[in-house]
């Protein structure tokens, strides 16, 4: 009915289990277990907007966080699709051991045509290297592109367009839809992303096929705005995704699902260590249920 009106559902979720008074026993089961039983629940609450016409063609940041990436710093470039009026490249560096910080300095200096920009980071933490290269950031549009290019450059067009088409406006990566070079993820990592995105998006209530997929893309405007509500949640997220789809929730954002194609590393060994970031997404993930889902 909603579409027919031409109205777009972002999210929904049943609510209300108990319907008459049972000496304040109906509010504990309506406020704790309605939400987690809300296939069952009697009444539907639903978040939607009217349906969003094309936009005008915005300019476009790209954020490529680098830690260790040194052989990777060129073909980013060279790979980087044209996006939008323009295309700015931001490369900020983290804490390397390589020689990642002198290859963007030579790349910068040998692409004086394109605008590159070079930062290091002042602070720790992927999250923290998204925040400080956003905030330096002219493009109407910013985008996050990790250095390692297991998702292709190439991607980044199919991100731009999802927003200037208005069907989302958060495009968030999903790897998990086409098939992936042999070794491009582990076979726990593989399990783990599943339930993960199985997870949030009951969590939050809307599909999110793979929450950590490093691309993500938003319109700078929106940014500001989940910049501003950070403090609802916190700062608790050290990889910078849920940072992003909590604050894009919280804020009945459309959140769109991109898939792409996953490629092997080339270059460097990843910066993910599966055990310790793994209770940490457990962590955010009690955090998601508690601040969004029992709200």
Known sequence: MLSLAGWDVIKQQGRL???????GLEKIV???????????ALTVFQVARPMQRARAEKTVSV??????????????????????????????EGNSTDH??????????????????????????????VREAFDAAD????????????VPPEELGKFYDVLISGRADFANGVRLVYPMEDKAMQFFNLCANKFFGIAF??????????????????FKDDYARIAANRSHFGDFDPFGDFDLLFGANHLHLKIGDVPIRYRERTYGETNIQRWRHGMLLLRMLLLAIARIKLI
């Open 17 to 23: 289990l108990m319907t008459f008074p049972c000496l």
């Open 30 to 40: 309506n406020r704790f277990i309605a939400p987690i039983l809300s296939p069952l």
């Open 63 to 92: 954020v490529i966080p680098a830690r260790n990436e040194g052989g990777n710093i060129e073909d980013a470039v060279r790979r980087m699709p044209r996006l939008g009026k323009h295309t700015e490249i931001i490369f900020i």
């Open 100 to 129: 990642t910080w002198s290859e963007i300095e030579r790349v910068k200096a040998q692409y004086s045509n394109l605008e590159i920009k070079a930062m290091r980071q002042t602070g720790k933490g992927k999250g923290n290297a």
């Open 139 to 150: 493009g109407e549009v910013l985008m996050i592109l990790d250095a390692d290019l297991t």
């Open 201 to 218: 998006s009951w969590a939050l209530g809307q599909p999110l096929k793979d929450t950590l997929c490093g691309t993500k893309v938003l």
